[in-house]
């Protein structure tokens, strides 16, 4: 398995390589036309030639700046962030969550103060409860 390994390498970087001249836009790309790169990359793969020079000289490497991609769409639709405690949507969410949570302790607490009701009521009137329904222990 391991002899196998600098072809697989080799093939990788290949396919890197013509990937990437593929993708890159024709403003990108130094020295030659893009046909040309893509054609030397293929005829020069096996050798590490090809997709070296291509990885080296072949194109501009730069870092983002103003958020550019590489696809063209991604280029003209820059998302702009707001933060949570600015955005007029989430605030909103937050306020219906807070009605419904608040609906829902209101239930709650007239269910609890119901059952304390007729606990009392028991109590007070001696009505019978689940522990005075088991017989007496003899």
């Not at 697989?8 to 790309?29: G, K, Q, R, S």
Request: charged content about 30%.
């Amino acid at each position: 398995m391991l002899r196998y390994l600098p072809f697989l390498l080799v093939l990788a970087l290949w396919i890197y390589a013509f990937i990437d001249c593929l993708n890159t836009p024709e403003e990108e790309i130094k020295g030659l036309p893009k046909v040309v790169w893509v054609i030397i990359i293929l005829l020069f793969g096996e050798v590490l030639v090809g997709p070296i020079a291509w990885l080296v000289v072949g194109k501009v490497r730069r870092g983002p700046v103003g958020g550019s991609t590489p696809a063209e769409w991604h280029r003209g639709h820059r998302g702009k962030w707001t933060a949570p405690d600015d955005n007029p949507a989430f605030l909103a969410s937050l306020k219906e969550e807070n009605t419904k949570d608040e609906a829902l302790l209101k239930d709650w607490e007239a269910d609890l103060r119901r059952r304390e009701e007729e606990i009392k009521r028991r109590e007070q009137g001696g009505g019978t409860s689940a522990s005075d329904d088991t017989p007496p222990k003899a």
